[in-house]
């Protein structure tokens, strides 16, 4: 079977941690070839994509071709053209048995049998956590090229059942089409990690300049996080006690839509407690190693998010080891079943009083670490290629 694989949102390396869609794409690829050595595979990429991406990919597999997309720097011209007939007319040049397009919609001319993996539908369900340029820009591929997408394809993936349930609600794609294959993590093996844990966290911290014991959050910091109500309940703890007051708060990701009001707030708290260290310290984007040192050493990680299609950084921090609060809305309980607190992310109440609960009951911290252990083996890369190499054939 001559399997093709979109891989554009692979472009740019640097961004593979911050954008979800990328993440999936390569490990999945990754894997893929690592267990697959009867297909073929064509591998479409975007003709400004770094050679040394592509290289470290394919490796030496003999079953893998690249093809790259033609004048991709020119496709903002003329979007709808390039998406639909260019990028449709490269995929068809390949007579393949099966496309898959890990994180874009099907163009509606091709003809061949195709698999469609779908992320979230955040922007469907919550128009307002986007920015107005990007839902007028989307208005065309949203109302007619996405559902029209969903109906043609052979198979959907979703990456959760509730992102499963949003596209039987919203869109009325018939269960039976839409298998649930969960992402995975632990995309390095655990030597490797706790290599990375135990030699280098500590000074990566201290590069830092993070005060211990501190609480983590780390995400995009946009509306669909809801961070404003960890900054919040963070100063209502400094507020009703000392003992709160040896915990730093650390922020750590990209800044993202509308970040604003979340650092008028971490402005204002850090100006009114005059503690030892900053009370909120905002490192920034950190890479995949600061992520993983940050996330092993914290006393807990909490990410009020709104609405997740799957939730990664929680699975991350739960492998870690990191006792997670988190959100009982969309996916996450799904995901975290036992493993985590869960609150409503609409009460900076409840999230209070869980970072209280937890910051001083030791033997919970325990609990949920080990809970978390456990439940974060359930998700693997290697296992989510296999159930796609077991859908890739059910459709041949």
């Known amino acids: 079977m ?39 595979y064509v591998l479409f990429f975007p003709s400004l994509t770094q050679p040394s991406v592509v290289a470290e990919l394919v490796q030496n597999y003999e079953n893998v071709k690249v093809k790259f997309f033609p004048l991709y720097r020119y496709r903002r011209f003329l979007p709808l053209t390039y998406s639909q007939l260019l990028i449709s007319a490269v995929y068809e040049s390949e007579k393949l048995d099966l ?14 049998k195709s698999v469609l993996t ?22 065309l591929y949203t109302k007619i090229f996405f559902p029209k997408g969903l109906k043609k394809t052979d198979k959907i993936i979703a990456v959760s059942e509730n992102t499963k349930q949003d596209l039987i609600e919203l869109f009325k794609v018939p269960a039976e089409k839409i ?45 669909r996080k809801n961070l404003i109500l960890l900054v919040k309940a963070y100063g209502e ?6 003992y709160f007051q040896k915990f730093q708060l650390v922020i750590a990701g990209a800044k993202g839509y509308k970040h604003q009001e979340v650092f008028r707030e971490i402005k204002k708290i850090n100006q009114t407690y005059k503690l030892n260290f900053t009370p909120i310290k905002y490192v920034g984007y950190v890479d995949k190693t600061a992520k993983y040192a940050l996330m092993s050493k914290a006393t807990c990680f909490v990410f009020p998010t709104l609405y997740e299609g799957f939730g990664l950084p929680i699975v991350e921090a739960m492998s870690l080891g990191a006792p997670v609060i988190t959100s009982k809305v969309s996916s996450i309980p ?24 937890l910051l001083k009951d030791k033997q919970l911290q325990e609990g949920l670490r080990q809970s978390g252990f ?10 989510c290629a296999e159930e796609t190499l077991k859908l890739y054939r059910s459709i041949s």
């Open 179 to 223: 298998k649930v294959i969960y992402e995975g993590t632990g995309q390095q093996s655990e030597a490797e990690i706790q290599k990375i844990v135990l030699q280098r966290a500590d000074s990566i911290i201290e590069q830092f300049k993070i005060n211990r014991p501190y609480i983590l959050f780390l995400g995009t910091i946009e509306p």
């Open 99 to 112: 496309l898959h397009l890990t994180a874009d919609s099907l163009p509606y001319i091709y003809s061949g």
């Open 2 to 40: 001559k399997i093709g694989i979109d891989c554009r949102t692979i472009l740019n390396p640097s961004l593979d941690e911050r954008v979800g869609a990328a993440h999936y794409t390569y490990y999945l690829v990754k894997n893929l070839l690592a267990i697959d050595e009867v297909n073929k």
């Open 334 to 357: 799904e995901i975290t079943e036992d493993a985590a607190i869960l609150i409503d992310p609409a009460s900076q109440k409840e999230m209070t009083a869980a970072i209280s609960r």
């Open 237 to 242: 703890l400094l507020r009703g006690s000392d």
């Open 374 to 383: 456990r439940q974060s083996k359930k998700f693997s890369w290697r296992k």
């Open 118 to 139: 779908i992320h979230d539908l955040a922007i469907f369900k919550q128009p307002k956590w986007f920015p107005s340029q990007i839902i007028s820009n989307l208005n």
